[in-house]
């Protein structure tokens, strides 16, 4: 889950990190990390939209 988190963070195969986070949401940690990504604004809408998507 961090791994997937920095990975979103730095750009790096970012839509499939937040997928990833997206299928584990059960996990709390999977949670947070898709919840500090989609409220992170350095950080483009195209990581924060799925982010927010993921976790609603």
């Known amino acids: 889950m961090e791994l997937a988190e920095r990975y979103a963070q730095r750009g790096m195969a970012a839509e499939q990190a937040v997928w990833a986070l997206g299928h584990t949401a059960e996990i ?24 927010t998507q993921q976790i609603t």
Do not use: H, K, T
């Open 28 to 51: 709390p940690q999977s949670r947070e990390a898709l919840a500090r990504l989609a409220a992170d604004e350095a950080l483009p809408p195209e990581i924060r939209e799925p982010a």
